[in-house]
């Protein structure tokens, strides 16, 4: 299997980037701190660094869950620098095999997102952990409505934070021929519809020319918080 990756990230109308990324040695990953002030900046970073270990050998889901443990710990471990915690969302794909098979090993803790596109289709693979969510989940609140709830924001699952442990979602996945895979902070998803992010990736065949796209479009929405996407385009090779 051959990769094409593309990522983009702004500031937008904060006035720091609290985002974090890792592109490298096939982990995919996109983290988003929260704390104010330096603290969530600090927070994100911890975490993509505890996580870059992912890239060595064929991790298993087993090792996620492992390695997203020990960045909680870290994170948990960071001084308080405005009275409160620092905690961040992690989530992404780790390229592995399972057998013979390529797979994209998927995990997610908070509201940052990894999405699937296949055929042209594309599919939220991640849960959201938000109250927004789960408000959904129980028929409370209607899914169109769901992106500019007031509570949108509030995220029920971090790394961080006061929780003593965290239990990421994770998914093994087939890598298909033609998958396009993006990873994005919550600054792309509360600017954009699901329906807009399809139409933007769908008109670029670049996988940077898309990451650059689609941060864009969330700028000229509006910007209101950093935004962050990776874009991973898959191509197998015949044997």
């Not at 299997?1 to 490298?24: F, I, K, W």
């Not at 609140?141 to 509030?154: E, G, L, T």
């Not at 962050?228 to 015949?238: M, Q, W």
């Amino acid at each position: 299997m051959s990769l094409r990756v593309g990522v983009a990230t702004e500031r937008a109308q904060r006035t720091r980037n609290e985002d974090s990324v890792s592109v490298s040695d096939g982990v995919y990953l996109v983290a988003d701190g929260m704390g104010g002030h330096e603290a969530g900046e600090v927070a994100s970073r911890t975490a993509i660094d505890s996580l870059r270990g992912l890239g060595a050998g064929t991790p298993t889901p087993t090792d996620v869950r492992s390695y997203v443990r020990a960045a909680h710990a870290a994170v948990r471990d960071l001084p308080s620098l405005t009275g409160r915690r620092p905690g961040t969302t992690v989530t992404g794909v780790v390229v592995t095999t399972h057998g013979e098979t390529p797979c994209w090993l998927v995990l997610n803790v908070g509201d940052s997102r990894t999405y699937r596109m296949a055929g042209g289709v594309l599919e939220q693979v991640t849960r959201d952990h938000s109250e927004v969510a789960e408000l959904v989940e129980r028929g409370l609140v209607r899914a169109a409505d769901a992106q500019h709830h007031p509570r949108r924001n509030v995220v029920t699952r971090v790394l961080g934070g006061g929780a003593s442990d965290v239990e990421p979602d994770v998914w093994l996945l087939p890598v298909s021929p033609g998958d396009r895979m993006l990873v994005c902070s919550d600054g792309l998803t509360d600017e954009l519809s699901d329906a807009r992010i399809q139409a933007e990736l769908r008109a670029e065949d670049e996988a940077q020319a898309a990451a650059d796209r689609l941060v864009a479009a969330a700028l000229a929405a509006g910007g209101h918080d950093n935004v962050t996407a990776i874009v991973l385009d898959a191509t197998l090779s015949a044997r």
